[in-house]
Every structure is written in C-alpha cells, then in structure tokens.
C-alpha cells in the first residue's frame, strides 16, 4: 500500500509541475480557451485564442495508353467519355500522368462581443505533370506553395467573412441517384452545369461575404465575389443564396450576376435543386440556366430512387438546351442489390439522345463490391460504351483494390483495359491529420 501511494503521488506532482511549466512557455497551456469554443481536433491555446491546424498529401500516378482522340467528359452536347488510344509514331503511344497535392491550413478563433472572431491561413500546392503520346502537355510542376484561403471573419448565426476564399454559391442538391449517372451530369463535374456558355462567370477568389442563419433550417447567404478578376469587364460577381436543411429535405435556390463593377451586368446565372427523402424513397431535382447578355443555355435533372429489402431502384432524366442549342435529352437507370453484409452488385445502363451535331451514345455496365477483410475493398466491373450514330461499341473491364487502414490514410490500385486498345493503371495514396 506504501508503495502504490508513492508512485500515484509522484504521478500526480509530475501532472502539476508539468502543467506549470506549460503555463511559463505561454503555448500548449490548458484546452478551456477551445473548449470554450467549440473546438477540437488538433489544437494549440493561448489565453485569448486558439489555434487548430490541419493539413493532408494525396498522390496519383496514372501510366498506360488512354488519352486519344475522343472528346472527354467537360463539352456539354458531346457525351462520348471513353477512353480512346492512339500514337503519333510506331510505339510513341504511352501516356501517363504524376499528381501531388499538399496542403496545410490554420485556423485562429477567439471569442468576442459578435461571436467568434477568426483568421483562416490555407496553404496549397498542387505539382501535376501530363504527358500524352510521351509529350509533356501540362507541367506546372514545381509551382510555388501559395494561399489558397487568407480570410478573417466574425460572427455566430451571422457570419461576416472577408479576404480570399471559396464561393458562397450552393450547387448541391442536383447529382442522379442511379449508379452511372447521366453523360450530360459527367460532362458537368457531377450535376446541373450553371456555367453552360462561356467561363466569364466566375466566383471565389477576392470575396466579402455575410451568412446568416434565419432559423427554423433557413439560412440567408449574399456575398461579392471574383473581386481580382483579372478582365475588368467581368470583375465582380454577385452571389445571393437561399437554402433550407429539415428532416427528410433539404432545396436551394443560388442566384449570380457577373461583371457588376462597371456598373454592367455582363452575364447572370441561376441554381435550383431540392433532395426529399421519405422512408425508402428519394427523388432529387435541380435545374440551372445562364443568359450572357445575348444567348440563354438551361440545364434541368430530375432523378428517383427506391429501396425495397435487399434492393435499390434508380432512374434519371435530364435535359439541356437553350436558343444556341437544340434541346439533348439522357436518361439513366440502375438496380442494385446488397447480396450480403460485404458484398452488392450494381447494374446499370445510360443513353444520351445528341441534337447538336454530336454523337447519340449509351453505356451498360455491371459491378461486384466485396468488402475483403475490414479494411479492404475489391470493385470490378464490366460494361460497353456504345456510339450509335458511329455504329461503334467499346467494351471494357476494370478492377481497383482500395485500402483502409486507419489513421485517416487511404490508398487504391486500379486498371481498366478496352476493346479499342486503351488502358490505364492508376495508384493513389492519401493522409490528412485533423
């Protein structure tokens, strides 16, 4: 008993000198400066503020011959996305492509009279190197480590922020609910494309924004951003946005007009969409136009789901036009099943009906996700691309084995090998700390 009593008491002397020295440095003093506010994660307190720090490296390697002729996901009317090999010399075909983002942010919060009052500090740097046809075709390799994000703001239920930053914009609520997707929501990054006509429209970069929580799951959002335009006559974009998040729904509504320091409007742009959930079923619908001072271009989606036992059913429709376009239509539609607790199979199938001189195309594909061990994942699938104005077809298989350790790290292999000759191997590796 003597001895245990000693060695807790030393224990507790050790905590106390310890915390005393901390104290004396002034850094790595007591959590309550965080804990006051609401913070966690990886911090470091002064008497007045608090500091979180959180930072991540992601790396991919692409390598094989995959980057060919065939437009690319991106061109609104032109749905083909397969890839395509070609060489411009006997055995000068290789493609690959080496990618490293870093980035590492700080967050400095303190407490004051209209609520938290913070400084953001983003660090980024991004090192991508292209090669088509062994030919460097992109290399801002080495490009220097700059500030993403340099912003202060202040505020509780009404946040004031001001400096460089993201967009307020919400462009959510707008992704198809069946496995493929559609080709025209590929061809716009995932959803309804905003920016239909030109890329003058731009948000982010210098802002001042206010965000306002009204209540009752309204939230009030109106901002100027695109301040550093480097085009004048598109300096300035003003953002208004009004959205709602309750149980089993969430909408929004995001409003831009473009080029409003010249006192000229020189392109506007509107978002809407809306996510309902009620037990088993959901349904997602969203559309977006742009006019710019001459043409009008629309982008409209509207996609159910329903899930019945072991099964899900999923169709999407979509449709994009506007006076410099005639309208293209793409439906999507998939079924999946959770066979086990570790493994579900999805199957599915997209068409893409192409009014503008493009091509009309069409994908069905299937795939296997086994969840190997609790930290392993196998997905493999199989499917065809089809070009039915070229009376083409493309079949294709891929495979990727994705791993999870732990720890915030993440890491997958993949390839995928087609009928036409195109392949790719691809590897990625990525950790944050948080």
Known sequence: MKLKSLILGSVAAAGLSTAGYAADLGVLTSLDVCDALGLSGLTISSDTNCLQITGGVSYSFEWGDYRGSWPTAGVLHSPRSTMDNDEIAPGVN??????????????????????????????????DVRVTNETVVDSPDGAALTFDEAFVSIGDTTVIMAGKKGSIANFGDDEPLNWLGTFGSDAADKGVRWDMIDGNLDTGGHVIQVVSSLGNGVTAKIGLENLNDSLPAYAGTLVGVLEYAGDGLSAHVTGLAGGILDGVVEAWSVHAGFTATLDTFKIVGAAAAQHDGVDTDWNALLSASATFDMFTIALSGEALGGNIHNTDFGIGGSI??????????????????????????????????????????LTGEVGVYGNITAATSDFYGKAELAWAPGGDFTSSLA????????????????????
Do not use: M
């Open 336 to 377: 999946g099943a959770k066979v086990t607790d570790t493994v579900s199979l999805n199957l599915g199938g997209k068409y893409y009906d192409s009014n503008n001189g493009g091509d009309d195309a069409y994908q069905i594909a299937a795939q296997i996700v086994a969840a190997v061990t609790e930290t392993v994942k």
């Open 415 to 434: 390839g995928e090998v087609h009928q036409n000759g195109a392949y790719k191997v691809t590897f990625k590796a990525a950790k944050e700390f948080k």
């Open 94 to 127: 290789n493609d690959w492509r080496s990618k490293v983002e870093a980035w590492l942010k700080f967050v400095g919060t303190a407490d004051s009279e209209f609520g938290p009052a913070s400084v953001t500090l983003k660090l980024k740097e991004v090192q």
